[in-house]
């Protein structure tokens, strides 16, 4: 970057350690822009943004546990101050695991999913909100899923957290109409990453997750409200919830479901 001119843009990321996160950091720096990249594995991020042979100024690592409000909060402080404000925001952290609520231990999974799916994304919005509305211009994302759409056999606290991803996005969007700043929700269907390697059912119109980041790239780029990938994952997810409740119960029963912590 020459003397005299403006930085390229910045992109802050949670969960970029891996998966989705890991992938939308690479896409973003293959279009030039810088990016602040937030992970609870300080040092495996270094490892491997050595490894990418990327220049220091253009990156910054931030260790912060998205379930943890404050320190997320923390990280996005140091971002501000270390790298200014970003254009985009993709809260991106995020758990599955299964959960049967006969079993009490599965209570404490419930909870941790959502502080790390809902309270963990408001928390990585909020020090950022008040700055972009004042400049008058920027990119809130929040990851959601294609599992909030039907509450799935033993996913309860996964669909909820994804369900409320999508309402609590959709209520930051009103509230922040004609201030310039957008607010996007990206569903993502399955994407090939350890998130879901585990998963004990099929999994259609699987994708990777460099092809997910390319398509998300450029929905964010073109400020789409909501955005479903791959696209035949929007259409699945649609006949689904025009499925009666009898009929979509009936589909659902007997269908794998995600292993619960500790199971294989």
């Not at 998205?66 to 790298?83: F, H, N, R, Y």
């Not at 990777?208 to 398509?215: C, G, L, T, V």
Request: aromatic share 8%; proline share 6%; charged share 15%.
């Amino acid at each position: 970057m020459r003397s005299g001119q403006p930085p390229p843009p910045l992109a802050f990321i949670t969960g970029a350690s891996s998966g989705i996160g890991q992938a939308l950091a690479l896409r973003y720096r293959q279009a030039g822009w810088r990016v602040a990249l937030i992970a609870r594995r300080k040092e495996a991020m270094q490892a491997w943004t050595l490894a990418q042979g990327w220049s220091p100024d253009c990156f910054r690592i931030y260790a912060a546990d998205v379930s943890a409000p404050d320190e997320v909060i923390a990280a996005a402080q140091a971002c501000l101050a270390e790298q200014g404000l970003p254009d985009v925001v993709i809260a991106n952290a995020g758990i599955s695991i299964g959960m049967d609520t006969a079993e009490h231990s599965d209570l404490d999974v419930m909870s941790r999913t959502l502080a790390t799916n809902n309270i963990g994304m408001a928390a990585t919005f909020h020090p950022f909100v008040a700055p972009m509305r004042q400049r008058g211009s920027g990119r809130l994302v929040g990851i959601a899923s294609v599992a909030a759409v039907r509450g799935l056999p033993g996913h309860g606290a996964y669909c909820a957290s994804k369900a409320g991803v999508v309402s609590y996005c959709e209520s930051l969007r009103g509230e922040l109409r004609g201030s310039g700043v957008k607010v996007l929700t990206i569903a993502p269907g399955f994407i090939d990453t350890p998130l879901t390697r585990g998963n004990r059912y099929p999994m259609p119109f699987l994708m990777s997750a460099p092809a997910f980041a390319n398509q998300a790239f450029r929905a964010i780029q073109a400020g789409r409200s909501y955005c479903v990938i791959p696209w035949q994952m929007g259409v699945v997810a649609k006949l689904m919830r025009a499925l009666p409740n009898a009929m979509f119960d009936r589909l659902m029963h007997g269908r794998g479901r995600k292993a619960r912590e500790g199971e294989v």
